[in-house]
């Protein structure tokens, strides 16, 4: 007599020994208590828990970050999967949701961003004992074709540094060819950043922008750097 009666879900694969449904998952379900893998039915859906998961579980992130991904939750992420069970996801469904995506025109990079959500998502579900593996793991990404950069030519730079001088921003857009700093750490660098004697920047903040409201913020990688540009920047 077996103690506990278990009801599979129809697409869970089960070994042929012959045995009616019922019992086989009772031999899962009690194998699984023994070898400590059992987990109780999780009743969130993909929605509830991408809603849950960003507004507590991401405290520690830069503002603009969890900006970013609120947006790819409400714009793609719950629109096609929201309302389907947490645990009940699997590889194929979301293979399918990446896949059309692809099709409507999203760029290749937009597509991987959008999964790199759902499977940090995933991930802390796993942590918090939801699911048992991550289902994004075995999903094909579009390939993400980097364009080449093609460097200004010798006169291109001249040209430019001789319009340059026309605006009252001159400053900015040479500092900005001559050192490659992004464009919230040019916005965001302060004169005590700027040591003349020398000819060092250091790079300790960025200026971001969240619902019309400016901050400062630390640089992307989370570390300072320090640049030693062209003799040029520091002259202008």
């Not at 009616?20 to 400590?36: C, E, V, Y």
């Not at 995506?101 to 991987?112: D, E, F, H, I, Q």
């Not at 200004?152 to 490659?180: C, Q, S």
Request: with cysteine; charged share 20%; proline share 6%.
């Amino acid at each position: 007599m077996w103690s506990k009666l278990v009801l599979l879900p129809r697409f869970q694969q089960l070994p042929d020994l012959g045995l009616p449904r019922f019992q086989l998952g009772n031999i899962i379900f009690t194998t699984s208590i023994d070898t400590g893998t059992y987990l109780p039915s999780c009743k969130l859906t993909v929605g509830e828990w991408l809603n849950t998961w960003i507004s507590e579980y991401t405290a520690d992130w830069k503002p603009l970050t969890v900006c970013n991904y609120s947006k790819q939750i409400k714009k793609h992420l719950i629109p096609r999967l929201g309302a389907a069970k947490l645990e009940d996801l699997d590889t194929h469904t979301i293979q399918l949701f990446y896949n059309s995506l692809t099709k409507s025109g999203l760029a290749p990079k937009t597509v991987k961003n959008i999964h790199g959500v759902l499977h940090a998502a995933l991930e802390q579900a796993i942590s918090n004992g939801y699911i048992h593996k991550n289902p994004t793991a075995g999903c094909k990404l579009p390939k993400v074709v980097r364009p080449e950069i093609k460097p200004l030519e010798p006169e291109e730079i001249a040209r430019m540094l001789k319009e340059a001088k026309k605006d009252a921003y001159d400053n900015l857009f040479i500092v900005a060819m001559f050192t490659g700093m992004r464009q919230g750490e040019l916005l965001g660098l302060s004169w005590d950043n700027v040591n003349f004697k020398t000819g060092q920047i250091t790079i300790k903040q960025q200026l971001q922008c969240k619902d019309g409201v400016y901050f400062l913020e630390t640089p992307k990688s989370g570390k300072c750097r320090v640049l030693s540009p062209a003799p040029v920047v520091m002259e202008s």
